[in-house]
């Protein structure tokens, strides 16, 4: 490949021995993500994977989703090896909800020039959200796109897949009034409401690099910039041994959006507002954004990245198990009858 080589292609601004020198330097966290199931070599047309064995009716799951306006942190904090971990995240964290197990990842990175080095950190930080999550990196794509994009901005995107047994597929059928909600923690804002949170920070015109009383010393940009918490290995713990009744992944739309999903007709999920540890980088939007506390429930997470519910009679053994798998877990409502679906009390 190394005699691979266009100037007429160079001229019009592709580098393809950039590409090239790209593909080598990722090459050593890439194979920090390798499985058992990876059957092919990364370069190749495409990314093999071997199902497990001994699954009786596996079925496939896969989620796709990218970074989205956080991406304008990185070029402004100029770190690239974060940004990674959330596209990653976005995924995996949704799949889990459905109770399947990701198996493997593919990322796709659209730049309008081709830096190998900032293309291995964006890699390295896709192949820490596979490590934490157990997904092989088994693929993906960097397209060089001058005069699409600036030349020292990028796109991010990803799809993982997942498998689990038919059988074992998450359903909410069984979920009654007077079963408890669990929360768990989030590590920050995640990976949505970006446009709003830039929008309150004026982040291209304001220092976002000193730090800040309010955020414990940390600086806006430092916060902001914390990637999105990975809930794959927790849950798969849980699953195995409390009959779980209904996850969902707190995105976009926040509690609002997301919470109800998981919801059959009839029944809400009732959230004591007292309960929910709301983090200060909320309380800072709010305060200086003079954003009404139900757009915040409706935009973020307000510190709780991922609800479970299981029956009251499960609740301490849940969370005792979700709190020796690292995740600091909290009940912060129930569910009742009623037909809005979700209710902050």
Do not use: W
């Amino acid at each position: 490949m190394s005699t691979s080589h266009s100037a007429s292609y160079a001229a019009a601004g592709v580098d393809i021995q950039a590409g090239y020198r790209a593909v080598e330097l990722m090459k050593s966290h890439i194979a920090r993500t390798l499985t058992g199931g990876v059957v092919s070599d990364i370069g190749g047309f495409g990314g093999l994977f071997e199902l497990p064995e001994g699954m009786k009716k596996p079925v496939l799951v896969s989620g796709t989703d990218g970074v989205g306006t956080k991406l304008k942190m990185a070029f402004l904090m100029d770190r690239h090896d974060t940004v990674g971990i959330d596209c990653v995240a976005m995924c995996v964290n949704d799949i889990i909800c459905c109770g399947a197990r990701p198996l493997f990842f593919l990322d796709y990175i659209a730049c309008g020039r081709n830096y190998p080095e900032r293309i291995e950190q964006i890699v390295a930080g896709v192949a820490e959200g596979c490590v934490q999550s157990g997904a092989a990196l088994i693929g993906g794509e960097t397209a060089e796109m001058p005069g699409f994009y600036p030349i020292d901005e990028y796109d991010l995107a990803g799809f993982s897949v997942g498998v689990v047994e038919k059988d074992e597929i998450l359903d909410n059928s069984s979920m009654t009034a007077g079963d408890l909600i669990i929360a768990l923690p989030s590590s920050g804002v995640h990976s949505n409401g970006f446009s709003l949170v830039r929008k309150v920070f004026d982040v291209e015109n304001t220092d976002i690099k000193s730090p800040c009383e309010k955020l414990g010393g940390k600086s806006i940009g430092e916060v902001l910039l914390t990637p999105t918490k990975i809930y794959v290995k927790p849950m798969l713990e849980l699953f195995g041994k409390v009959k779980v009744k209904g996850v969902s992944h707190i995105t976009g739309g926040g509690f609002y959006e997301n919470i109800p999903r998981s919801i059959p007709d009839g029944l809400c999920a009732c959230i004591r507002k007292a309960d929910v540890r709301v983090l200060p980088v909320f309380e800072l939007i709010a305060e200086k954004g003079g954003i009404p506390e139900r757009d915040m429930f409706n935009t973020f997470n307000m510190g709780v990245g991922m609800s479970v519910v299981v029956a009251r009679e499960d609740a301490e053994t849940a969370l005792d198990i979700l709190r020796s798998s690292g995740e600091d877990a909290y009940i912060m409502g129930e569910i009742v009858a009623g037909e809005e679906k979700i209710r902050l009390c």
